[in-house]
């Protein structure tokens, strides 16, 4: 049974039972059925709307699913990319972003945010030959 029918058998009920509305607890017994009355109602509304909204909703979902295996194909999301990316900070502006190898071997490029063009040297500045070190990512075996 829904709110909107259960007011309605309250409604029934009062008038069943002849609540004289012109008493005290009358009065106050009808304006509450017709304030349940009115919440009722806007609750259906709320209802039909929810509905209609989860259907519009559930049709994006599905369009989005079409446009992602479209775009994506057969992308397995547990596939491991051995691709790494490198954090570069302009020296210019301060800026941070991060850029790829391919990217990182072409030797340079501009600043996304100031233009700036950053030159990267991928030579190791360090003394020890079997460094490894985290600042240029070689390692100095022979």
Known sequence: MTVTEKVA????????????DTSKEGKLLKAVI??????AM???DLEDYTAE???QVDAVD???????SAYYGDFDEDEDFD????DITCPNCGDEFSVDEETLLEGGMECPNCGEHLEFDLECDCEDEACGCEDCGHSHED
């Open 62 to 68: 599905e369009d989005l699913d079409s446009l992602e």
């Open 42 to 44: 806007s609750v259906e």
């Open 53 to 55: 909204l989860t259907e």
């Open 34 to 39: 017709d304030v349940l009355d009115d919440l």
């Open 83 to 86: 691709e790494e990316y490198y």
């Open 9 to 20: 058998y309250l409604k029934g009920l009062a008038e069943g039972l002849s609540v004289d």
